[in-house]
């Protein structure tokens, strides 16, 4: 909240929840890290996206950078959760392409 005045509060019963992310390219030649693939699901079995549960401007947010081989980024994320859902969130890389091959993270 106290990044941005214009910034709302959480819905009654949801809770902000902020990811500390670090990511290193390992590929050849050189791409973004788009930090919105990155989603959470909990308990309620429904994901939680970057654009539609956004918590308005947070700190230390991710920019668009272009990595090459070897480069790390690192940024937060940040969730308008379901305060029941906060304590058991896991995070996945939702490839919209590619389904079969979500790769999921653990959170704490």
């Not at 500390?20 to 919105?36: E, K």
Request: with cysteine; proline share 5%; glycine share 8%.
């Amino acid at each position: 909240m106290a990044e941005n005045q214009f910034n709302d509060p959480p819905e009654a019963g949801r809770q902000f929840f902020i990811a500390n992310i670090t990511a290193t390219y390992t590929g050849p030649g050189s791409d973004s890290f788009w930090d919105a693939r990155l989603e959470a699901v909990g308990p309620s079995a429904v994901a939680y996206t970057s654009f539609r549960d956004s918590c308005g401007v947070i700190p230390d947010d991710f920019d668009l950078s272009t990595v090459f081989t070897g480069g790390t980024v690192t940024g937060n994320i940040c969730w308008s959760v379901r305060a029941t859902d906060a304590a058991s969130l896991v995070m996945f890389d939702d490839d919209a392409f590619d389904e079969q091959n979500r790769v999921w993270f653990k959170l704490h």
